[in-house]
């Protein structure tokens, strides 16, 4: 079993700026690929931003240059650093990983999500 936790969301003014955090915990034996995924009710849910655990990235175009992901293998906690929030940002944003668990069977989890809702 896994669970994803997602914290850091909240209410900010277009230019501002957020740092999401989502932290793994369960029988996890080896963390891979981690990521930032964001929806608004009504559309699809979209790719934001990934990270390997070699901390190789990747972004979805409307973020680059502004948002940064990380990740801390240690703790199983990935980041996401937002910076010149703007109000098409605002949508509720879930971290999704996988691995392997301690039972060497593959997982692909998510979390429950938190709002981002950023203001004109």
């Known amino acids: 079993q896994v669970q994803l936790v997602e914290s850091g969301g909240g209410l900010v003014q277009a230019g501002g700026s957020l740092t999401l955090s989502c932290t793994a915990s369960?029988?996890?034996?080896?963390?891979?690929?981690m990521g930032w995924y964001r929806q608004v009710p009504g559309d699809q849910r979209e790719l934001v931003a990934t990270?390997?655990?070699?901390?190789?990235?990747t972004y979805a175009d409307s973020v680059k240059g502004r948002f940064t992901v990380s990740r801390d293998n240690v703790k199983n906690t990935m980041y996401l650093q937002m910076i010149s929030l703007k109000p098409e940002d605002t949508a509720a944003y879930y971290c999704?990983?996988?691995?392997?668990?301690?039972?060497?069977?593959?997982?692909?989890?998510w979390g429950r999500g938190t709002q981002v809702t950023v203001s004109p």
């Open positions: 990270i390997t655990r070699n901390s190789t990235t």
């Open positions: 999704k990983a996988e691995g392997f668990l301690s039972t060497g069977r593959w997982f692909q989890d």
């Open positions: 369960g029988t996890i034996f080896s963390l891979r690929t």
